[in-house]
């Protein structure tokens, strides 16, 4: 589910710098220059592309798709952890309190979005991605109920106790 994250904030960054270059109204102070765009487009399009292989279970994608979300978030939330720190500083105007807690809410969201990168690719258990068989969602929701899992995975008669020797043993 964090691959999928990764995807989809990815896209709204691609989205929203394509709007900024393309954009008359926005103030052009702010805008970035061509390289930095895209330098960002190629962050983000490297997460997109290993997040996706990551789904599809390969396993040196999850390495790079770590790698790629921590610099894509990491860029982010040094960017709003500086502005947020200092606005009169990098925006030229100092900001509305409403304003400064998005940019808190930023730096929040930014730092979330780090640990759940961490969590997700370098936990213990990463069956999710490298395990055997099984359908994709199926360690990652309740939709499936839990005796139903075990049918699949072939552990129906097997009480907890043995199914951690069982584990234990491969």
Same mark, same amino acid.
């Given at each position: ?5 990764n ?9 929203? *710098? ?12 702010l805008?970035?220059?061509?390289w ?5 487009v190629? +962050?983000?399009t490297t997460? &997109? +592309?290993?997040?996706? /292989?990551?789904? *599809? ?11 790629a979300?921590?610099v894509?978030?990491? +860029?982010?939330?040094? #960017?709003?952890l ?6 009169q500083a990098?925006? !030229? %105007?100092?900001?509305s309190? &409403?304003q /400064?807690r998005k940019l808190w ?6 730092s979330?979005? &780090?640990? *759940? ?5 370098? #936990?213990?258990?990463r ?8 359908? *994709?969602f199926?360690?990652?929701s309740?939709l499936v109920e839990?005796?139903e899992?075990?049918a699949?995975? !072939?552990?129906? !008669?097997l009480?907890s #106790? %043995?199914?951690?020797d069982?584990?234990?043993k491969?």
């Amino acid at each position: 589910m964090v691959a999928i994250m990764n995807i989809a904030v990815a896209l709204i960054g691609i989205g929203t *710098l394509a709007f900024v270059l393309t954009s008359s109204t926005f103030p052009p102070e702010l805008v970035p220059s061509k390289w930095n765009g895209a330098v960002s487009v190629l +962050v983000a399009t490297t997460v &997109i +592309v290993s997040s996706v /292989l990551a789904l *599809l279970r390969i396993r040196r994608a999850r390495w790079i798709a770590l790698t790629a979300a921590l610099v894509f978030f990491g +860029v982010l939330l040094v #960017q709003s952890l500086l502005v947020a720190i200092d606005p009169q500083a990098v925006l !030229g %105007e100092i900001p509305s309190s &409403i304003q /400064l807690r998005k940019l808190w809410a930023a730096v929040t969201r930014n730092s979330l979005e &780090i640990g *759940l990168n961490l969590w997700a690719f370098l #936990q213990r258990r990463r069956r999710f991605f490298v395990g055997e068989g099984g359908c *994709l969602f199926d360690e990652m929701s309740n939709l499936v109920e839990p005796t139903e899992r075990l049918a699949m995975d !072939g552990r129906a !008669g097997l009480n907890s #106790q %043995e199914w951690r020797d069982a584990r234990r043993k491969k």
